[in-house]
């Protein structure tokens, strides 16, 4: 099967600083990878579409200032949470689709960021 | 963007029997689904996929789509209780996936 990485895997900072988290396919290109954030007991929430070379277009109620996405190659995609505050806690998930034909998406394993 | 309804659970289910699964979309358009299992703190991945009318068999998962009907269903055979896991339905029609809460499996041994 396809895999996603991520990186970290856990990060804690502290209120008001800012936390990169790196989303890689390894063995396929991804001209579009997702991100997703999921709260305790709640479903995965789609946060934003990122394109390779293109502005990412985020869904409504998320702070495209906030949250900043990069997708510098084909390979990689970064989400950078801004001045976090501990309301940014949150398991942070990444996808990558692998064949626009059949829709198949790979997710990452994810990031556990705590803010305190 | 085309949605499903799952029932949340928990589903409880002794180990070695069946648990059934199942997912109803209002979308006459949708074609295929995804299944995805979640394990707790962890992302979701994929298991199985089904593009068609009937049922489809990957070893102890059976995957069946009655379009009649408008739902989905996944069947696992000789629970276990690492099958312990919440299972996500989604419309492969969808990019991005947008997937519910899902359902919740709790196999007991």
């Known amino acids: 099967g396809a895999v996603v990485s991520q990186h970290p895997s856990r990060v804690i900072c502290k209120s008001g600083t800012s936390v990169k988290i790196e989303c890689r396919s390894l063995d396929f290109q991804a001209t579009t990878m997702f991100w997703y954030r999921q709260f305790p007991k709640q479903s995965l929430m789609l946060m934003a579409t990122?394109?390779?070379?293109?502005?990412?277009?985020?869904e409504q109620g998320v702070e495209k200032d906030k949250f900043l996405i990069n997708h510098a190659s084909l390979t990689l995609s970064t989400l950078t949470v801004t001045s976090a505050h501990p309301e940014d806690s949150s398991f942070y998930i990444c996808?990558?689709?692998?064949?626009?034909?059949?829709?198949?998406?790979?997710f990452g394993p994810g990031t556990r960021l705590t803010v305190t | 963007q085309k949605e499903v309804e799952q029932n949340s659970g928990p589903l409880s289910v002794p180990e070695g029997a069946i648990a059934s699964l199942n997912c109803t979309y209002s979308?006459?358009?949708?074609?295929?689904f995804f299944w995805y299992r979640q394990y707790s703190g962890k992302s979701p991945e994929l298991i199985m996929s089904?593009?068609?009318?009937g049922d489809k068999e990957d070893g102890r998962f059976t995957a069946q789509l009655n379009k009649a009907s408008q739902y989905v269903s996944l069947l696992i055979r000789d629970s276990q209780p690492s099958d312990s896991a919440t299972y996500l339905c989604?419309?492969?029609?969808?990019?991005?996936?947008?997937f519910g809460k899902g359902t919740r499996l709790s196999v007991i041994a």
């Open positions: 996808s990558a689709l692998r064949d626009r034909g059949t829709h198949e998406q790979y």
């Open positions: 990122s394109n390779e070379g293109s502005k990412a277009t985020y």
């Open positions: 979308d006459r358009g949708s074609q295929s």
């Open positions: 989604a419309p492969q029609g969808n990019t991005p996936l947008v």
């Open positions: 089904i593009y068609s009318n």
